[in-house]
C-alpha cells in the first residue's frame, strides 16, 4: 500500500513560481512509475506530467511543457513539481499519483494510488 500526501500549493500571481512535493510512504516508492494530474473548476481531471521510476523520462502535457518540471528523489520518497510562469488557467487542484508499473503514463486510470490533492491558485 502507498500513501501520497501533497503539499505546497497556494495563492500566487500571474507570472509567479510554486513547488509542489508529493511524499510517498511505503518501501516500493523507487519502483513506481508517478505521475501529476489537475482539476479545475468544472472541468475533468487531466494529465499534467509524468515521470518513470529513476527519474531518466520525464512527459508533459502541452499546456505546461517549457514551464513546469518533473523531478523526483528516492532515497526522499518525495516527488515534485516545479511550476514557474504561472498562468490563471493553470488553476486547478493539482494531485500526485503513483502507478506499480516503473514506467510514464499520462493515463488516470493506469495509476492505483492519489494523493488528496492541493490547491493552486493563480490570480491575474
Known amino acids: 500500500q502507498v500513501q501520497l500526501v501533497e503539499s505546497g500549493g497556494g495563492l500566487v500571481q500571474a507570472g509567479g513560481s510554486l513547488r509542489l512535493s508529493c511524499a510517498a510512504s511505503?518501501?516500493?516508492?523507487?519502483?513506481?512509475?508517478m505521475g501529476w494530474f489537475r482539476q479545475a473548476p468544472g472541468k475533468e481531471r487531466e494529465f499534467v506530467a509524468t515521470i518513470s521510476w529513476s527519474g531518466g523520462a520525464t512527459s508533459y502535457a502541452d499546456s505546461v511543457k517549457g514551464r513546469f518540471t518533473i523531478s523526483r528523489d528516492n532515497a526522499k520518497k518525495t516527488m515534485y513539481l516545479q511550476m514557474n510562469s504561472l498562468k490563471p488557467e493553470d488553476t486547478a487542484v493539482y494531485y500526485c499519483?503513483?502507478?506499480?508499473?516503473?514506467?510514464?503514463?499520462?493515463?488516470?486510470?493506469?495509476?492505483?494510488?492519489w494523493g488528496q490533492g492541493t490547491q493552486v491558485t493563480v490570480s491575474s
Open positions: 499519483a503513483a502507478r506499480t508499473l516503473r514506467g510514464m503514463s499520462g493515463t488516470e486510470y493506469e495509476y492505483e494510488y
Open positions: 511505503g518501501r516500493t516508492f523507487g519502483t513506481y512509475g
